[in-house]
């Protein structure tokens, strides 16, 4: 038997979503758009019967994980009692080989794009392979699913989050600067388990309120564990004052996004 094989890109994604804590669960649950681009190999006649598909299976590549080490047991973000499961009975991206595969809506095709819609993937995700979804081949709705059987819908699991006008304000002044969705993380971070702190960058702040770390970022926000509801509040720098002065140091490379956010008035 082959030891081992070699697979060529045959495209990218683009989106908005570039970090790994900002990729939803599944792309069912996310309201992202995005584009495949086809390299021109692969293009043309290769993709031109897609038109009229519906949905179509990526298969990719968890780039950003590919000098991640596996584990043989992992922790779902829907567990039963938080329990860890077998990696091949999860969709972990944490694999032996980091291949990913989602169903996702095709909204369109322009010459060498696929436009898609309910997107998982993250900006710059190399694609492996496309095929089309065919129902009758693809969905099994009475299918045994073992231990998520003992798990509670993904519904019943989800928290509402409201949104203040502020930091809905300051979240679409960030993107207009740097493209960085901060909506969607919290949708991603805050909609199931939002005060886990072993699976989030979350903590408790002295005035009771919760902060979600976002690389340079905090997330403000509330948490009513009776009603499973999280209120989200304001975002704040996370840079202190001496870290913004002009010639320190920008690891990041989004220092002036952060002065230009503080002198903003919202």
Known sequence: MQSSFEFRPIGVVHCTHQ???????????SSGSGEIEIFAP?????????AGFERIWVIFCFHLNCKKEWKAKVRPPYPANGQCRSVFATRS?????????????LAGIS??????????MLDGTPVL??????????????SAVGWRSVVPAADELMWNIE??????????????LNSLDLVNLVKVQLGNEPLDAKRKRVRQLDDGFWALGCRTWQIIFTADRAAKKVKVLEIRSNYAADELAEGAEDRYADKDVHRKFIRKTF
């Open 19 to 29: 970090y790994r804590f900002e990729a939803p669960r599944q792309g069912i649950f």
């Open 42 to 50: 692969y293009a043309g006649d290769a993709i031109a019967d897609l």
């Open 93 to 105: 991206p944490h694999r032996v080989n980091p291949i990913g595969m989602s169903c996702v809506e």
């Open 111 to 120: 010459g060498r794009r696929l436009l898609v819609r309910h997107i998982d």
């Open 129 to 142: 392979d496309i095929k089309p979804y065919i129902p009758e081949a693809d969905s099994f709705p009475g």
């Open 163 to 176: 949104f203040s006008e502020l930091f809905e304000k300051q979240a679409e002044f960030i993107f207009s």
